[in-house]
């Protein structure tokens, strides 16, 4: 069956940095789009990163721009997010998500509802 299994989440003081992976299997990863979002308590999900089923086209939440950055080996089914001078505000769980990329827009790579496959999460958390 499918599953998506993110790791690396953790406590890290603010302007610290941590390395998010995504274990993926089940399913054809090489033809999906994957996705990391954030949730914090009593906030919307949001986009954090996306990046196409190749790995040539990358989509970041203005938030993080410059500090996060999204990347995937199609070798090992594995997708990261690799995040720098984390702030507070940055606090949430973190999801990954697979979407099957047939060539959307780009703004619906931003939209939880493209993405068909969903990981459990993992917390970061950032002190200030």
């Known amino acids: 069956q499918v599953q998506l299994v993110e790791s690396g989440g953790g406590l890290v003081q603010a302007g610290g940095s941590l390395r998010l992976s995504c274990a993926a299997s089940?399913?054809?990863?090489?033809?999906?789009?994957m996705g990391w979002f954030r949730q914090a308590p009593g906030k919307e999900r949001e986009l954090v990163a996306a990046?196409?089923?190749?790995?040539?086209?990358?989509y970041y939440a203005d938030s993080v721009k410059g500090r996060f950055t999204i990347s995937r080996d199609n070798a090992k089914n594995t997708v990261y997010l690799q995040m720098i001078n984390l702030q507070p505000e940055d606090t949430a769980v973190y999801h990954c998500?697979?979407?099957?990329?047939?060539?959307?827009?780009?703004?619906?790579?931003?939209?939880?509802?493209?993405?068909?496959?969903w990981g459990q999460g993992t917390q970061v958390t950032v002190s200030s």
């Open positions: 998500a697979a979407a099957l990329d047939t060539g959307y827009s780009g703004r619906s790579y931003y939209n939880p509802q493209t993405y068909r496959y």
């Open positions: 990046v196409r089923w190749s790995g040539g086209t990358t």
């Open positions: 089940g399913f054809t990863f090489s033809s999906y789009a």
